[in-house]
């Protein structure tokens, strides 16, 4: 990439994610031939989960090795061998994914009544703590504190932080971006994650540590480690992890991560506490309202790593693809900079609130991406704590694991003209044509959009990540042209299970 023209390699981040997969999965050879007779007995088990009525089985007679065969590594064909028979109105299938959990995927006319249900009927934390073996990679959901400053002091106040979004965007094309003319290929992987990892960490812990290079280190190789450790830990049943989790070394390096990133984290509040600083990001404004929760450093530790790691996966791989789709198709870089351009003049040069609002054609560019390469193939995880009975009589058992499609969805004829074609404008056609612009919003969470999740536990850090995107772009596409490599096309989409 250069300052008239740029390359975009195969994306470096589900490069890394699979090498460092293949490299835990390898090193579990040394456990793996001693207990290799257990977890095949105990794989041939009957799938864990409730007995359900009036659904498909889409790996009933399935043995072990065809059952994770088909989950690991066909897992689009087979959820929407399941989409099908569920618009044909069947109330849902089950499927059993890697490490023998049976997942449900409910018919979509079921989620408007169970997005509405209470967390001790539905539990989207009890399911998230199954989903990613927290003991082992220490994600967690983020805590309620956490969610309440996200949702309120973080979104609420995106205008005013705009500024410091932009200013660490440039810090971090500073340091990856080339100083040439002439065409540069780059590992896609740093150009996301710098200027992700950079701005994020500004508002999340503060001026200084966003400018460290150990905290940023250490959250870079966290957001790495956990996805490589969670695939690898989760090819074993649950009964055998305590086994076989100090033999990963993601999980191993995570464990260490997470204490220097301790250390890190408590100097930095022992310093700001002396000086009597106070600060603009979140974990400020979570310890002014939780004096309690200031002095547990163990707490702050889990909610930054939770919240780094989120919001770098989450919104590199949404910006890694959308980078891809740039450069796929690039008749949409002209339309997008004219926009950008148009919008600049109207907020006199700066990227404010008023010109990301703008930004439509780019928002329908966004969505549209988002659309065609989903981050999980299901979503609206949700275990079920009690025997629910829905309006048409489905019997739902305790301990249900269930969810709803968000990919299969996106290419159906009937919800979507031409689906299976990447058009950057058509949500913005339909926001012309539609009073209710903003159902058709990149950041909106409805019951036609799973990408965020449902109902009280969307995404509530989708509003950041949208305006880091627009951010992002709009630094890159107006100093920048993006290109695939001569010769290569867009890669096709990596899938391991859901993800």
Known sequence: ????????????????????????????????????????????FRPRGPKLVGGVNLSAGLGFKDRLTKWVFESPALLQSGYLLLKQGLPFVQITIEDGTQNVVFNHRYLKDLRAMSDDHLSFDEAVKGLVAKKYTRISNVPAIGQDA???????????????????????????????????????????????????????VGPNLCRDERWMHIM?????????????????????????????????????????????????????????????????WVADKNPEWADDVQQQVDFQFTLSMSALHTTSMTLTHLLLDLAAY??????????????????????????????????????????????????????????????????????????????????????YSDPAKFDGLRFYRLREADKETNTHLFVTSNLDNLAWGQGKHACPGRFFAGHLIKVILTKLLLQYDVALEEGKSRPENLTFGAA
């Not at 300052?3 to 589900?14: D, H, K, L, M």
């Open 220 to 284: 870079r190789t966290f957001t790495h480690k956990t996805h490589a450790g969670l695939i690898a830990v989760k090819m074993w049943p649950p009964f055998l992890r305590p086994l076989v989790w100090p033999f990963i070394p993601s999980l191993r390096i995570i464990e260490k991560t997470w204490n220097e990133g301790r250390k890190i984290l408590e100097q930095n509040a022992e310093a700001e506490k002396a000086a009597g600083t106070k600060g603009d990001y979140i974990r400020e």
């Open 150 to 204: 996200i949702r309120g002091e973080l979104t609420t106040n995106l205008p005013r932080l705009l500024d410091y979004m932009s200013t660490e965007v440039d810090f971090a094309f500073n340091k990856v971006m080339p100083k040439t003319d002439e065409w540069q290929l780059l590992p896609l992987e740093e150009l996301v994650l710098e200027p992700i990892a950079q701005a994020s960490a500004r508002l999340f």
């Open 330 to 415: 690039p008749e949409y870089a002209d339309i997008l900079r004219e926009e950008m351009i148009a919008a600049l003049h109207e907020s006199v040069g700066k990227v404010n609130n008023h010109y990301i609002n703008k930004l439509v054609k780019l928002d329908s560019f966004m969505k549209e991406s988002q659309r065609l390469n989903p981050l999980t193939l299901y979503t609206f995880q949700r275990m079920a704590m009690q025997d629910l009975n829905l309006s048409d009589g489905t019997h739902v058992p305790q301990g249900t694991f269930l969810v709803f499609d968000s990919s299969q969805r996106y290419l159906d004829g009937d919800l």
């Open 1 to 44: 990439m250069s300052n008239s023209t740029s390359a975009v390699e195969r994306s470096a981040v589900e490069a890394s994610w699979t090498q460092n997969s293949l490299t835990d999965t390898r090193s579990l050879g040394m456990v793996g031939a001693l207990l290799l007779a257990v977890v095949i007995l105990a794989f041939q």
